[in-house]
């Protein structure tokens, strides 16, 4: 299993990005997985930002950014994509995909698979 992500860049706060991840593996697997975006600021630990069960496509989203991010998959395509509205500078961080084979959580230890960060910075 793979997941690449991509999409990061230098945007000014109030503006928009999106975030892409391709993700690869045993497709009679992924209808009970779950795909999840993390964040991880310098010198913070990585936290929890978005999720979404890939069969049913129902969401799940971190107080910090619920209202402005939206998680979204296009199961045909085996793509997730974060679509960052708002952005404020505290959004600044590094962004990974991730992928449970044990269900929804908001914990990195249940993520099995990881993609590469895309690092995101927003300046004031």
């Known amino acids: 299993v793979q997941l690449q992500a991509s999409g990061g860049g230098l945007v000014q706060a109030g503006d928009s990005l999106r975030l892409s991840c391709a993700a690869s593996?045993?497709?009679?697997?992924?209808?009970?997985?779950?795909m999840a975006w993390f964040r991880q600021a310098p010198g913070k630990v990585r936290e929890f930002v978005a999720a979404i069960r890939w069969g049913v496509g129902n969401t799940y989203y971190a107080d910090s950014v619920k209202g402005r991010f939206t998680i979204s998959r296009v199961s045909s395509e085996n793509m997730v994509y974060l679509q960052m509205n708002g952005l404020k500078p505290e959004d600044t961080a590094a962004y990974y995909c991730?992928?449970?084979?044990?269900?929804?959580?908001?914990?990195?230890?249940?993520?099995?698979?990881w993609g590469q960060g895309t690092l995101v910075t927003v300046s004031s």
């Open positions: 593996g045993p497709g009679r697997t992924f209808s009970s997985s779950v």
């Open positions: 991730a992928r449970s084979l044990t269900g929804l959580s908001y914990a990195v230890k249940d993520y099995t698979y």
